[in-house]
């Protein structure tokens, strides 16, 4: 009588279990389910974004405000090249030793 009671109790404790995981995985890959996942990841994702362009605006101000622009600044001409330099550099020749 004990060994059918137990039989039969671990009969109805394996169909509930099978109840749940067939609910769960329902719920797991409802594509109601995917979609709310889908929006909270965007959702994290847009507030990390949000986080990160305010981070880079604070740094673009502080670099602007803090002289490292090139306001005002000459740009330096290069040295112009004579014909000699220009034919020994081509030719691929040594300067003559004087």
Do not use: H
């Not at 404790?13 to 929006?39: C, G, H, M, W, Y």
């Not at 965007?42 to 990160?52: G, H, Q, T």
Request: overall charge negative; aromatic content about 2%; proline content about 4%.
């Amino acid at each position: 009588m004990e060994e059918n009671n137990e039989q039969e109790v671990e009969k109805e404790d394996a169909q509930v279990k099978t109840e749940d995981t067939a609910a769960n995985l329902n719920e797991r890959f409802s594509p109601i389910a995917e979609a709310n996942l889908a929006a909270k990841r965007l959702e994290d994702a847009n507030k990390e974004k949000a986080r990160l362009l305010s981070i880079e605006e604070k740094m673009i101000i502080e670099r602007k405000l803090g002289g490292n622009t090139n306001a005002g600044q000459i740009p330096i001409k290069p040295k112009e090249e004579t014909a000699a330099e220009y034919a020994t550099r081509v030719m691929g020749e040594k300067k003559p030793k004087l």
